[in-house]
T-cell receptor, first 114, second 117 residues
Framework: KAGVTQTPRYLIKTRGQQVTLSCSPI?????VSWYQQTPGQGLQFLFE???????NKGNFPGRFSGRQFSNSRSEMNVSTLELGDSALYLC?????????????FGPGTRLLVL | GENVEQHPSTLSVQEGDSAVIKCTYS??????FPWYKQELGKRPQLIID?????GEKKDQRIAVTLNKTAKHFSLHITETQPEDSAVYFC????????????????FGQGTILTVHP
């Protein structure tokens, strides 16, 4: 099976702009989680989508939003970008079957806000 | 919410030695504990995981132990090799009674492991 893919891989934006990142899960996986990775804060959970519904949400401001499509692909959007939003954004997909859902990560999108 | 503490933040060992990384979690309801390895510039990759109904799990040179009473779990790597050098993250998650995860992993801060040849 093809792994989790994310586009774009790199992105440079300026403060105040908005950005949309895309994540394609492993075929058959219905859950997509998003994480922000920074040197200072580590890996932090943003939100999780399952069957087009946001099922869980982390402690990020409302500028961070997401959605999931019927094919399980997911997008996240960050509006009014701030310098502190510079980070590696990772998505992970998992299957809803089984006792716990093992999450498989994509390569990430590295966002630089100038 | 859940909080995961990971120690040490850096670990340097000689090739062939063992390495141990420890994590503690705060939410006694957490019941799934994966470990990820992240090499420089690459995605985190699952190396081993353990569920709360098991005390220990081993996969070749890697093992994980879980102490539910003390709320801590540890990663053990034996016979370390230079290619084991990476950042290792522990995480904790909650699955509901139906066995379906809420899709949220709470991560520790990571351990930079360096294995010297």
């Amino acid at each position: 099976k093809a792994g989790v893919t994310q586009t774009p891989r790199y992105l440079i934006k300026t403060r105040g702009q908005q950005v949309t990142l895309s994540c394609s899960p492993i075929s058959g996986h219905r859950s997509v989680s998003w994480y922000q990775q920074t040197p200072g804060q580590g890996l932090q959970f943003l939100f999780e989508y399952f069957s087009e519904t946001q099922r869980n949400k982390g402690n990020f401001p409302g500028r961070f939003s997401g959605r999931q499509f019927s094919n399980s692909r997911s997008e996240m959007n960050v509006s009014t970008l701030e310098l502190g939003d510079s980070a590696l954004y990772l998505c992970a997909s998992s299957s809803p079957t089984g006792l716990a859902e093992t999450q498989y990560f994509g390569p990430g999108t590295r966002l630089l806000v100038l | 919410g859940e909080n995961v503490e990971q120690h040490p933040s850096t670990l340097s060992v000689q090739e062939g030695d063992s390495a141990v990384i420890k994590c503690t979690y705060s939410d006694s309801a957490s019941n799934y504990f994966p470990w990820y390895k992240q090499e420089l510039g690459k995605r985190p990759q699952l190396i081993i995981d353990i569920r709360s109904n098991v005390g220990e799990k081993k996969d070749q040179r890697i093992a994980v132990t879980l102490n539910k009473t003390a709320k801590h779990f540890s990663l053990h790597i034996t016979e370390t090799q230079p290619e084991d050098s990476a950042v290792y993250f522990c995480a904790a998650s909650l699955t509901n009674a139906g066995g379906t995860s809420y899709g949220k992993l709470t991560f520790g801060q990571g351990t930079i492991l360096t294995v010297h040849p």
